[in-house]
T-cell receptor, first 114, second 113 residues
Framework: NAGVMQNPRHLVRRRGQEARLRCSPM?????VYWYRQLPEEGLKFMVY????????ESGMPKERFSAEFPKEGPSILRIQQVVRGDSAAYFC????????????FGEGSRLTVL | QQQVKQSPQSLIVQKGGISIINCAYE??????FPWYQQFPGKGPALLIA?????SEKKEGRFTISFNKSAKQFSLHIMDSQPGDSATYFC????????????FGTGTRLLVSP
């Protein structure tokens, strides 16, 4: 019974490159959330998706960031033209449909922008 | 209005002692208050949570105390153990929208042997 799977665990990009972070929710979960954790800070909500739908993206930066959760395959958080300020840990979480609301977090993807 | 303020930033407690972490919120519409535990290199894991209709919830050595009028809640870890050494985050959200957790800035707890 695998938990939330994120990959890659560590990603290094140079300024201007693209970063793609993938998240497979727990089995049976259809809701995916992305949170960002900057160094020495708490997690900040970015986006909430269900299969093929973005439900709430109020925490996403207006430019360069996008997220999707296709019918088949993992959810993807895409960061275009990365800058040093994008260096952070990106956590994906999932929850069951109509469940208690508990979020189950993955181990995170740590992005370093050189 | 969406902030959750957490203190202290770091805490050192001797084995067997009581660890206390405090949080304060501003938005009175919040109605679900979870605590998460995070070990280095891992994702946060739900530890315990409370709703504002109760003033205290206890699970094993972990207790949440909730003061609705003061808009404060705290985590108490009784008989703290070295294995409890981790970063603890309080959070708040709306039951209708669990996904949008507002996290505190975290408390790094070190329990010395």
């Amino acid at each position: 019974n695998a938990g939330v799977m994120q990959n890659p665990r560590h990603l290094v990009r140079r300024r201007g490159q693209e970063a793609r972070l993938r998240c497979s929710p727990m089995k049976g979960h259809s809701h995916v959330y992305w949170y960002r954790q900057l160094p020495e800070e708490g997690l900040k909500f970015m986006v909430y998706l269900q299969k093929e739908n973005i439900i709430d993206e109020s925490g996403m930066p207006k430019e360069r960031f996008s997220a999707e959760f296709p019918k088949e395959g993992p959810s993807i958080l895409r960061i275009q033209q990365v800058v040093r300020g994008d260096s952070a840990a990106y956590f994906c979480a999932s929850s069951p449909p109509g469940g208690t609301g508990e979020l189950f977090f993955g181990e995170g993807s740590r992005l370093t922008v050189l | 209005q969406q902030q959750v303020k957490q203190s202290p930033q770091s805490l050192i407690v001797q084995k067997g002692g009581i660890s206390i972490i405090n949080c304060a919120y501003e938005n009175t519409a919040f109605d679900y208050f979870p605590w998460y535990q995070q070990f280095p290199g891992k994702g946060p894991a739900l530890l315990i949570a409370i709703r504002p209709d109760v003033s205290e919830k206890k699970e094993g050595r972990f207790t949440i105390s909730f003061n609705k009028s003061a808009k404060q809640f705290s985590l108490h870890i009784m008989d703290s153990q070295p294995g409890d050494s981790a970063t603890y985050f309080c959070a708040a959200t709306f039951r209708r929208g669990f996904q949008k957790l507002v996290f505190g800035t975290g408390t790094r707890l070190l329990v010395s042997p």
